[in-house]
């Protein structure tokens, strides 16, 4: 500590005296027995006078009160077994339908040099809970221990970092079915629990399209209400504005959150017959500053089998251009480095897969129905080209994490 400084005979005096002090003071901390003993000591040795120089933590690490655990042996059984429980709920929290995966790159979080990416969860804790409760029959865990075992990365949303992505349709679903419930028309308080009730699998398709023996002729059931009676409800519509610019009558296009003023009656009729479909001519919005300078993006992603490992393996692909046509012939432009560096891994290859999302102006078109078969498949050199599509509102997929980083 004080080598090579000079200082006088009394300062180290005064620092031998303290070094001293300080091992005097753990031998006769580890002489006491008990916890009771330990604990008048360590107030003894503490006061005003420590804390008005902040010594607190110093005396702390001096007394050092962990000591009192250290010879409390550790069953390792219960370690073994609090280690299984700590990676169910890892689990539990990272499925998809429990939280959702941040595409940033810099959406990570560090703690105790662990680094992860970051997911925030997509419902509250107290239904999480009962959903864990659900799925672990066996398992007895308290709401407290839930939150205590969840994971540092996986964190409750915020305004900030809210989902602002969601399907037009599905969020006037949700706000609806709030409103009943909050009117004590129906008895369950989203959509998911409203599934539960007509559905017997929650995610499987011949039950949600109504056409499982099982479960197609389950209805959702009513509680009594004054058909009459007047209710508010809010609901997002596409609204268009005029205003004026530079002495211009100009006309914009905004979707906003209206009140609805409706009878119980007409509220439950249009309950009844919401249809979630597939909209052509809804797209997805892009947005371009006036004055900035812009290049224009095209992520893919391609999934192969390996000819040598024969195993299935992915290549990250981002195109970009100055020009920002958006239309079909600019994405075949834009496909055509993508397709050079396929033929390169996969010479012989004879059937082709796409997938993306469904904007009328980009993928879901005649042009690029036409240039699939002429341009495209030629270039592939492929028997087989075939085009998937997402549904609308829903197209998020491994693309949008690589134009994200």
């Given at each position: 500590m004080i080598k090579g400084q000079v200082l006088t005979p009394e300062i180290k005096r005064s620092l031998l005296f303290g070094e001293t002090l300080k091992d005097q003071i753990k031998e006769n901390f580890n002489?006491?027995?008990?916890?009771?003993e330990k604990s008048e000591f360590v107030k003894s040795i503490s006061g005003k006078v420590t804390k008005k120089y902040r010594f607190g933590s110093l005396l702390g690490r001096l007394s050092s009160r962990r000591l009192m655990y250290k010879r409390i042996p550790i069953d390792p059984e219960n370690k073994k077994k609090a280690e299984r429980l700590r990676k169910m709920f890892e689990e539990f929290f990272e499925r998809d339908d429990v939280s959702r995966m941040c595409p940033g790159k810099k959406d990570t979080v560090t703690f105790h040099k662990i680094k992860k990416q970051k997911r925030y969860l997509n419902d509250t804790l107290q239904n999480l809970h009962k959903i864990f409760l659900t799925s672990q029959p066996l398992i007895k865990a308290s709401y407290a221990q839930f939150c205590k075992f969840r994971p540092f990365w996986v964190l409750p949303p915020c305004a900030r970092k809210r989902e602002t992505c969601l399907c037009k349709m599905h969020s006037n679903m949700q706000l609806l079915v709030s409103k009943l419930k909050l009117e004590k028309i129906?008895?369950?308080?989203?959509?998911t629990e409203l599934i539960k009730e007509i559905c017997c699998e929650k995610y499987g398709?011949?039950?949600l399209e109504r056409s499982c023996d099982k479960c197609k002729a389950k209805e959702i059931s009513f509680n009594t209400y004054d058909p009459g009676e007047e209710m508010q409800y809010k609901e997002w519509r596409l609204t268009t504005e005029i205003f004026l610019k530079r002495g211009v009558k100009k006309?914009?296009?905004r979707t906003v959150k209206q009140t609805q003023n409706v009878t119980k009656e007409s509220a439950v009729k249009a309950f009844e017959n919401y249809n979630c479909k597939y909209a052509v001519s809804e797209i997805q919005s892009a947005h371009f500053g006036a004055?900035?300078?812009?290049?224009?993006?095209?992520?893919?992603?391609f999934y192969y089998r390996d000819i040598n490992t024969s195993q299935v393996t992915n290549l990250s692909i981002c195109t970009l251009s100055e020009n920002l046509r958006h239309d079909p012939p600019a994405i075949c432009a834009h496909l055509d480095p993508v397709i050079v560096e396929v033929k390169t891994l996969i010479p012989n290859l004879t059937c082709a897969h796409f997938l993306s999302d469904g904007p009328s102006t980009q993928y879901k078109n005649k042009t690029m129905f036409y240039l699939m078969g002429s341009y495209l498949a030629q270039k592939l050199g492929v028997d087989v080209l075939r085009w998937h599509y997402s549904e609308s509102g829903h197209g998020k997929g491994a693309p949008d994490g690589i134009g994200e980083g």
């Open positions: 002489i006491k027995k008990g916890v009771r129906i008895n369950s308080n989203n959509t398709n011949a039950c006309t914009c296009k004055s900035k300078p812009q290049i224009s993006l095209h992520t893919v992603v």
